[in-house]
T-cell receptor, first 114, second 112 residues
Framework: GENVEQHPSTLSVQEGDSAVIKCTYS??????FPWYKQELGKGPQLIID?????GEKKDQRIAVTLNKTAKHFSLHITETQPEDSAVYFC?????????????FGRGTQLTVWP | SQTIHQWPATLVQPVGSPLSLECTVE??????LYWYRQAAGRGLQLLFY??????ISSEVPQNLSASRPQDRQFILSSKKLLLSDSGFYLC???????????FGSGTQLSVL
């Protein structure tokens, strides 16, 4: 559960456009995939998560898709706004584990231009 | 509701000095506790985790140590700081039976 690749490292979009961030993982035991948003100088905040028995989850302008066979998952933000600008992290873990460790990608700096 | 407190928010320390960062959680019992480090340009690296009082597991060898003297208190320490210890340190907790991880506000440590 320690190999999570996240792309792109930086992403700039115009306000109103969509943004997509992708992550891949290697551990077949992983079954929990959260996404975090981190604003400057603050701790990461959980924005959405998905379990491996679900292929897609949506919460207003944010959606996450999971392809367990290919071991990749993506964050989709539609109708982006300047306040969406932040660093986004994907993570993976085993929700059945009592240890509860999560392993994170390196983050994507999203900038939304007004 | 549950809250997590982490302090100090910023810290500047000379090389070779000791370190003590504290984290406390309120509103829950027997949480899993974690220390992560975020270095510039890198992701969140798990340093330590604890599933109970006095139970500490280390993910990576390093110049730091962790302790859990009370159920909802987690401390990150060092006897002698190195330049490479600089970074943003984050404490996090997870409920005993939950899956979601919640982070504190972080401590920006600069070792000069």
């Amino acid at each position: 559960g320690e190999n999570v690749e996240q792309h792109p490292s930086t992403l700039s979009v115009q306000e109103g456009d969509s943004a997509v961030i992708k992550c891949t993982y290697s551990d077949s035991a992983s079954n929990y995939f959260p996404w975090y948003k981190q604003e400057l100088g603050k701790g990461p905040q959980l924005i959405i998560d998905i379990r491996s028995n679900v292929g897609e989850k949506k919460d207003q302008r944010i959606a996450v898709t999971l392809n367990k066979t290919a071991k990749h998952f993506s964050l989709h933000i539609t109708e982006t706004q300047p306040e969406d600008s932040a660093v986004y992290f994907c993570a993976e873990g085993d929700r059945g584990s009592t240890l509860g460790r999560l392993y994170f990608g390196r983050g994507t700096q999203l900038t939304v231009w007004p | 509701s549950q809250t997590i407190h982490q302090w100090p928010a910023t810290l500047v320390q000379p090389v070779g000095s000791p370190l003590s960062l504290e984290c406390t959680v309120e509103g829950t019992s027997n949480p899993n506790l974690y220390w992560y480090r975020q270095a510039a340009g890198r992701g969140l690296q798990l340093l330590f985790y604890s599933v109970g009082i006095g139970q500490i597991s280390s993910e990576v060898p390093q110049n730091l140590s962790a302790s859990r003297p009370q159920d909802r208190q987690f401390i990150l320490s060092s006897k002698k700081l190195l330049l490479s210890d600089s970074g943003f340190y984050l404490c996090a907790w997870r409920g005993e039976t939950g899956e979601k991880l919640f982070f504190g506000s972080g401590t920006q440590l600069s070792v000069l």
